[in-house]
């Protein structure tokens, strides 16, 4: 078991000298019980907004909420969130509660929380608080509802994908009783903004037990991504595949690494093949331009998730060209470099090499290629040999002083780098200006 931070602790302390409840609460107190490392730590306490600035006068304070009883305190730097204990009522909207009340009770706070392990106090005086059996349900490793699941999902829906979320992130089962009132409150994830389901999503995705989740849980995760709808049962008819399209899918999304940009890449990279499915007269099933068709529904999704321009972006490339072979060639590996970037050509690897783990496993073997791809391309980059105008030996000055004029000068210089990848000439000044000027428009 990990131990509270000091300023917690410290910050604990103080609101109890000063003769109120204080207790670590949430997120971290599971994290520090299962030994995982804590990002923040929340503190609860039964002093009201205004008593715990004052407890921390001498510290700075942020109003970060004060309506709903919350104060962030810095201490050493470090921000915590203290919020007074509280009941919410009423969720007319299914997202936030019509009323929030201060309480002096710290079950009753403990009962508005949404999982038991999320719903358990702890202060080094006197131990662990935990009246919904949280802890055996970590022992256990479940995530199960504080309260009747359906009631709760009703109230806010954001908990049902961060119930899918704990459950992948953590690598716990959903308890029966919850997983189905999940199921029978689905449609509600339809009110949930679509920030909060990129956030979800982004940290579900990277969690160590997404295959498990994007199986078993698609027909809840279809209500927020209907890209992923058809893919169950969906046969290929092809030898090199013993999956259906779902299966395929979350065994790509397992094996990349777990970075957001590579997991919605894996998630998206055949979603358009339920769209381009073709048998020829073998029986065998062909999925012809299903990268691009893929590729527009990842930026449809990712848009209207309000995803981050720098992952939509990346993923919409990575999926575009996630089905052509790279050769071992050093001139072709030049080229891609060139055209996507060496930080995406990786990435691009990465895909290529997770996608093969979902195929038959006599087709996984491919470990070797993709390693010869990685080691020919750090080689380009560490030789400093020349893929990009960047390390070519003239420039747009260069070109000016021979008399070019305007766009003459960009179409030169690619025409020259062309030559210089396709080794038809060698990257010097005088080659390379000779031949800008024999091509001269
Ligand atoms: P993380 O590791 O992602 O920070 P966390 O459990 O700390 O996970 P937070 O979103 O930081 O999650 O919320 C802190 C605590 O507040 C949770 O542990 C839970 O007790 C409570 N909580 C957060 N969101 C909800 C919600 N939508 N419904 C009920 N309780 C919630
Ligand atoms: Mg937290």
């Known amino acids: 078991m990990n131990l509270l931070s000091k300023e917690a ?49 001498s510290f700075r304070t942020v109003d970060t909420g004060i309506r709903h009883g919350t104060v962030t305190v810095i201490i050493n730097g470090a921000p ?21 009340i201060f309480t ?28 919904f059996a949280g802890i055996d349900d970590i022992k256990r490793k479940v995530i199960r509802c504080v309260g009747n699941p359906a009631e709760r999902f009703t109230e806010d829906s954001l908990r049902i994908l961060r119930g899918l979320r704990f459950s992948s992130v953590l690598g716990f089962e959903i308890e029966k009783n919850t997983a189905e009132a999940m199921r029978e409150c689905k449609e509600l994830l339809k009110i949930v903004s679509n920030e909060r389901i990129f956030s979800e999503l982004s940290k579900l995705l990277c969690g160590r037990n997404v295959r498990e989740i994007i199986v078993s849980y698609s027909d809840i995760l279809e209500v927020i991504l209907p890209e992923i709808k058809g893919m ?154 020349c893929f990009s105008l960047r390390n070519l030996k003239i420039n747009g000055n260069d070109l000016i002083k021979e008399g070019f004029k305007g766009r003459e000068i960009g179409t030169a210089l690619s025409s020259a780098l062309e030559a210089v990848i396709d080794s038809r000439i060698k990257n010097e000044k005088e080659e390379l200006l000779s031949f800008c000027l024999k091509h001269k428009r």
């Open 9 to 57: 602790e410290s910050a604990i302390k103080l609101l109890q000298k000063s003769g109120y409840e204080a207790y670590a609460v949430g997120g971290c107190v599971r994290d520090m019980i299962m030994g995982r490392e804590c990002q923040d730590t929340d503190i609860t306490t039964s002093a009201l907004p205004e008593e715990i600035k004052e407890v921390f006068s």
């Open 80 to 100: 915590l969130e203290i919020t007074t204990y509280r009941i919410e009522k009423g969720y007319s909207d299914g997202r936030h509660p019509d009323k929030v």
């Open 104 to 131: 002096p009770e710290l079950t009753e706070d403990l009962k508005r929380r949404d999982f038991t392990v999320n719903s358990i106090a702890y202060c080094s005086e006197k131990g662990f608080i935990d009246p």
């Open 232 to 385: 169950k049962g969906f046969d290929q008819y092809n030898f090199h595949h013993i999956y259906d399209i779902l299966n395929h899918t979350a065994a790509v999304t397992e094996s990349i690494p777990p970075l957001p940009h590579l997991r919605f890449a894996a998630l998206f990279h055949d979603c358009g093949k339920t769209d381009c499915f073709s048998l020829d007269e073998k029986g065998i099933g062909h999925f012809y331009s299903h990268p691009s068709v893929s590729a527009k529904k990842a930026d449809e999704a990712l848009l209207r998730l309000r995803s981050d321009t720098k992952t939509r972006e990346k993923v919409v490339k990575l999926v575009k060209v996630h089905d052509t072979p790279i050769e071992e060639s050093e001139r072709i590996i030049k080229k891609r470099l060139r055209s996507m970037g060496d930080e995406l050509f990786f990435d691009l690897i990465k895909l290529q090499r997770a996608d093969t783990k979902g195929l038959a496993p006599e087709f996984h073997g491919r470990e070797e290629h993709f390693d010869t791809l990685e080691k020919m391309a750090r080689e380009i980059l560490e030789s400093e040999a």
